[in-house]
């Protein structure tokens, strides 16, 4: 798509309708602009945050590479490195080293009109023949005094080269780098001077011919001549005005970010000669055509530079999309931005393509599902959704492209047939493992239809088309309502299965001490940590990326026992703490040695207490001086999985490890409460996802989890799990006299009096919604057995969305019964509670307890005598 500069009509009211240059000078003249950057020739100082060129070294004028010190004080840092030498006390120590600069650079000291050269008296040409022949016929001469008495010359304005901005150094308008590269390359035009023109026209004050046999053909050569490359400088002369606004948008906008990937300088410059010798309009125009623009100077982007330039210009179009674009000007070009949204997921970039979906109402239709998604507070935390909705629709949109009336581009015209012809095609491919129809993998090769796809297509579909169908998009184009329905959910599938937990085989193997330690010796070589990320997982049971992001201040000691402080971001629990083995904690807590060590190694100090509290126990060594940033749990998993593989382990993963802990949490005899809290699942469904066990361990598991009725005096707090009962004065403050003025009912007592005075309940015996019910410890067991009850039923529930829907149900009634165990604990009695088992409540209300028998009448039914009835409703 080429991209205009010129205004588009007036009636185009948009961002992207107006002129990008006009957008980008007003944003370039903003008062929060870097006025740095506004210059066509922007020099950077050797220390900038972004963009820092200079080394480490105090006083060396050498240019730095990635890591901070230039190439001869890396080597010897690298010697000194087997010395034992600290890098703080290399820096400190290492001596300075200067540098050639090169061309005619600086202005001379008398003439500031004409350059000098890089070495010398810093003087003009003629000024230094003059000096030349002055010592010669004074022996001895001062060269300060000497300077004083000069008068400077005019100079000869700048180079005629479009990209210098350095001053020429003769007539002939060439500074003296051009003037070496004009002739190397055969002197285009023949621009000559007079032989003595010093002599014969300029001392005389005379002005100088300029000699020339093909003026166009100079012209040309000094409009495609490249720049200086000077340390530091980014000179942006000659480019055209909006690709040259564009690099200086991009250069302080790369600069406000918190962690900034590096950019070298010479990648900028490279990309303003590539764009200047390409006559590039736009860095748009540039990221589209890539390959073919890549190659006009093979010079400029060969090896590495092309990588590091390439990721220039990509951080450049990332960072324009959203300036050049609104929300409604990304719908009509066919994209979203999440950053319109304030959203940005991890590792993810801001914009995303939609225009794969070639009907422009399904697109329109996409566009607004997913800005509704992104502007909920309950946005996911991820991409996935993203990536399932454009999948789901491109799928669509190619089936109607194919098979629908007029490709399917008139809305109006689809009809219920036409879904189901999708729905039927779909099952078909899923079914003989076929490809999909617009689906391709990132390396070219078909996608196949599984069970799991097919309904992610399904459920994505489903969900955008109700949401147009109840906000009224479908019926604004004309989209039938019988279309729409007629697409149906995924449904729960049959194949969703988790991870299983190690086998003892596999446990074995990945807990010897000898495969740990070639984990360490040959698979972190730069003693990441990933042992101990390793060892971390398999003792505590937590997610990986809990662990990897685990704070330098992580582990502590309370009351004596050794804690483990993280964070559950995602389930939204922060500052979490699990106790943890002894030996665990002597690991971390050498970790946390070691990283400190690395700091001051880096910086010749300790971090102050605010670096110490952003700092990571296993931090990245990828541009992070702060030590702030951790290592990434893709790079974990993979190191994992290479160590894994070279153990002939087959497929095994990190995760299991958490399947692992659960089911033995469960064999050990905790309880499905417990698991669920202890591993910080979302929910028990979750929480049974992670234990595999035999059906019968599993019933005995769900007999020992404590759930209850909502009367208790504070509903809602989950006490299993570890957590410390009541005082004994806050049970007594809860606990209620029930022997004069209660009524026994189902799983308690009643304590409304006009009930218990025998009126009828005005609330239909709705114990378990009543604030008058109440429970005792002779309630526990029976309670227990209902939760039971529930949780098999939540078990035979023939979808998800059932399981969750009776788990919640029953939640009001667990919250109950955990605050009746920890009442009980605090007076002392839970363990009578749980062997007590002597009445069951609702047997009160049976017709056992309401037909009774005089005694004398027994005792004659006894001896084979008539036995008269007894009066009807006679209580025992």
Known sequence: MTRQLALLPAEERTRAGRDRLQLRAALINAPGFDPLYR??????????????????????????????????????????????????????????????????????????????????????????????????????????????????????????????????????????????????????????????????????????????????????????????????????????????????????????????????????????????????????????????????????????????????????VESLWCVYYGPDDAREAGFIETDHFGRRFSNCRSHYDLTAVSQRWLRDLLWGYLADMLRSAKCPRTRGFLDHCRRATIEFSAILEADAPEGGHDPSLLREEHAQRFVADQRHRERHRLPFRGLTRSDGKPSMVTESSRRVVFNSLHAIAYRALESGAAEAIGLSRGFITTLPAGGPGTTARSRSPFTDEAARALADEGNLRRLAEAHDPHDAGYRDVWEAIVCTGRRGSEVTELHLDCIGRYHGLPMLWHDQTKVGNYDEAVRIPEYLYRRLDERRARTLARFEDRHGRPPATTERAAMALFPSRIRNPRYDRPISYDRYADVFRAWADSLDLGSVVSHQARHTMATNLLRAGATLAHVRRFLGHVSDRMAERYIKVAHSDLEDALNAVWVAGPGSASPGRLLSGGLAPMTREQAFALSLDLSRRSTPTEGGFCTYQP??????????????????????????????????????????????????????????????????????????????????????????????????????????????????????????
């Open 755 to 876: 009930v218990v005075n025998g009126s009828a309940c005005p609330w239909n015996l709705d114990c378990e919604n009543c604030d008058k019910f109440v429970m005792s410890g002779a309630d526990l067991l029976y309670w227990r057995r209902k939760q039971e009850q529930w949780r098999a039923i939540a078990e035979r529930a023939p979808d998800n969305a059932t399981a969750d829907y009776l788990h919640k149900v029953f939640e009001p009634t667990a919250r109950a019964i955990d605050g009746l165990e920890k009442a009980l604990a605090g007076l002392g009695l839970l363990d009578q509670a749980l062997t007590l088992d002597l009445r069951r409540p609702q047997d009160y209300f049976h017709r056992i307890w309401s037909t009774a028998f005089r005694a004398a009448d027994l005792a004659g039914a006894g001896e084979g005598e008539a036995v008269p009835a007894g009066p009807a409703g006679e209580s025992a």
């Open 39 to 316: 210059s066509d020739v922007v020099r950077l100082p050797p220390d900038h945050q972004a963009y820092q060129w200079g080394c480490e070294v105090l006083g060396c004028d050498c240019v730095a590479r990635e890591r901070g010190l230039c190439r001869t004080h890396e080597l010897e840092l690298g010697e000194a490195r087997k010395a034992k030498v600290s890098r703080a006390d290399f820096i400190a120590h290492a001596t300075p080293l200067g540098k050639h600069r090169g061309f005619g650079t600086s202005s001379c000291r008398i003439c500031p009109e004409r350059p000098a050269p890089a070495k010398g008296w810093q003087l003009c040409v003629r000024h230094v023949g003059r000096w030349r022949r002055y010592r010669a016929a004074v022996p001895g001469a001062d060269f300060e005094q000497w300077v004083t008495t000069l008068e400077p010359f005019p100079g000869y304005g700048t180079c005629k080269v479009t990209a210098c901005c350095y001053l020429a150094e003769s007539p002939a308008g060439l500074c003296p780098y051009h003037r070496i590269r004009y002739r190397d390359e055969g002197k285009p035009g023949k621009v000559r001077l007079p032989r003595r023109w010093v002599e014969d026209f300029e001392a005389k004050g005379l002005p100088v011919p300029v000699l020339i046999d093909n003026e166009m053909a100079f012209r040309q050569w000094c409009l495609a001549a490249g720049p200086i490359y000077a340390d530091g400088v980014v000179n942006l002369m000659g480019l055209q005005p909006l690709v040259k606004a564009e690099i200086q948008w991009g250069m302080h906008a790369h600069a406000q970010d918190l962690r900034p990937a590096f950019w070298d300088y010479t990648a900028l410059q490279r990309l303003a000669n590539l764009c200047r010798a390409g006559k590039v309009t736009s860095l748009f125009d540039l990221a589209e055509d890539w390959p073919r623009r890549s190659e006009l100077d093979g010079s400029e982007l060969s090896g590495r530079g092309h990588f590091r330039v390439r990721r220039v210009v990509s951080g450049i």
